[in-house]
């Protein structure tokens, strides 16, 4: 009995090692971030405290599936248990290390563990290699491959007395076996709480940063894999009765009257969209970022409407592409192009525009497969599509494709054979990691993200070389550019991802097409990228009914609001406020409501994400 008690211990002791120096790692990987935001040494220090229960927790499951061959072994002395047991660590040391060393990669960029939605990605590892800079993906392999087999190797040597243990009674060890079940139960359990312990039971900082390296990567892996598998049969954002959130979601786009204000001068102009990549408000000075970053913008903004309330839904690429054409906010936990089997349920902005005559084309310097990309566009019946390997090969490329500076001017004469009137996008990469761009990087102050920032310049500098080259073509007159971010991104500004500062991004309409009254205007009225489609329907006077997600954004009758998906909860904004909130941890990252407006509001959102998400599963 002592002995089986004790290897429970001596394994419990390895895994709260293994943890909490994989979550040191972390830390000090990502301790200019913990600078900037000037985190105290000891707030930093109870991180590793207040993970304690959980990673306790998470260790008890392993436990108890080691439990049984350990019995085992000393109930017949046959060497094959332990081997079976040394196996299950050994799984499980090497999987941990993994996620942990992922969520290292991945948290300046998406400031987020490790997801279902992230581990899609890896069925394409190549795809993760090209976004990622060489040496620190090199680095984090290195170091998960040291580390997990330094860890197991230690484990080894401190077990090898167990190798010379020979079978014992049986009775002595049937109630140590009992004994150690109840105790790891309860250990997995969190203790005898009549609440179990939960990722929530960790956060105890204002700084995410601090909460996510509290949270178990292996835990919190499972728990999020275990709610992604579940999705056909539970909405794990249900909150409120369905006829009760159907109805408000129903109030939310209702309108007094079906009309809209008129921008362009022409019925039916070409459209043309520069998707930029991980284009953040913090970039544009006019709404709010430093001056010189974005020089070209801040000069084409003189010939246009900007947008200065406006927000992305969600934060991949893909989802961004989801909203634009088929008018779907982001959703939690996955994304609606790795479902092709539900592309049917969604409407379709190109098929809406090509029934009115448009020919529609979609332009990227590196691989739609990313996101499965290709596959959304092909069913939304892009006329052309164009993609890395269509491109000459004497044009410079980096890791992910073909630089900005080539791209944009080979579009804007591409548009040439574009049959009128078109509906065309150009999704840019440059501003994207690794920013293997070429030329020089003349922006030097940041601390934070200099490398985006300079991404985001040279973008800048390609789309006038786009502007100078479109005003020369026999369409640009009867055209409106439409300039808007896919998403946002952490930022010299180190807005946590809970924020809706982090989700601000540019929306930038110009062109000839544009009526004069506009040009060199602004407007703070309160939208998001997934009202993009009806936009553009109701201005072309095309039937947008089938967007129910989506929004006319020059209806003066349209309700304001904006949401982005977090993978755990939402962010929802209104006039009256705005609030984020996690789900799992029932916890507000932010609230600037009014008593008098909270609880209404709070409903409003709530009930946004619940019937989008159940929609999501019905399809």
Known sequence: MKSLLIRQLRLLLYWMVVYQLFRLVFLIYHHDLIHIDQISISEVLTTFRSAFYLDIATACYILLLALLPDMLQLLTGFSIF????????GFFTYVHGIIAMTEVGIYAEWQSKLTYKALIYLRNPQEIAQTAPTAMFVLLIGLWAIFSTVFFLAYLWLTRSERKEKARLRWPLIPGFLLSFSLIFIGARGGLNAIPISISSV????????????VNPTYHFTVNLLDAVSLKDHNPFEVMPNDEAHAIVK???EVEKDTTVSILKTSRPNIVVLLLESYSADLIESLGGEPGITPIIAKLEREGLMFTNFYANANRSQQAIGSLIGGLPGIPVTTITNH??????LPSLTKELKKAGYHTSFYFGGQLNYGNIRSYLIYNEIDRLVEEKDLPSKFSRGKLGVHDSD?????????????EPFFSVAFTLSSHAPYDFPGPRPITWPQLERN?????????????EFFELVRQQHWYNNTLFILVADHSKSTYRNHPLETFEYHKIPLLLLGPALTDSLRGKQTDRLFMNSDLPVTILKQLGLDAGAFRWSRD???????????????????????????????????YWQNSLKPEDD???KQEGKAFLQVLFEEFIGY
């Open 553 to 587: 954004m020059f209806n003066p009758y349209s309700r304001q609001f904006a949401y982005f998906e977090l993978n755990e909860g939402l962010g929802w904004k209104s006039p009256e406020g705005h609030f984020v909130w996690n789900r799992y941890a029932d916890h």
């Open 82 to 89: 332990r081997t079976i047991k040394l196996i299950i660590v």
């Open 340 to 345: 092709p089997e539900k592309y049917y349920a």
């Open 203 to 214: 956060y105890f900082s204002q700084y995410n940063i601090l909460n996510l390296a509290a």
């Open 251 to 253: 109030q939310l786009f």
């Open 407 to 419: 791209l944009l001017p080979f579009f804007a004469l591409d548009l040439n054979g574009n049959k």
């Open 599 to 601: 609880a209404r509001v």
């Open 452 to 464: 985006h920032v300079n991404g985001a310049h040279y973008t800048d500098a390609a789309i006038g």
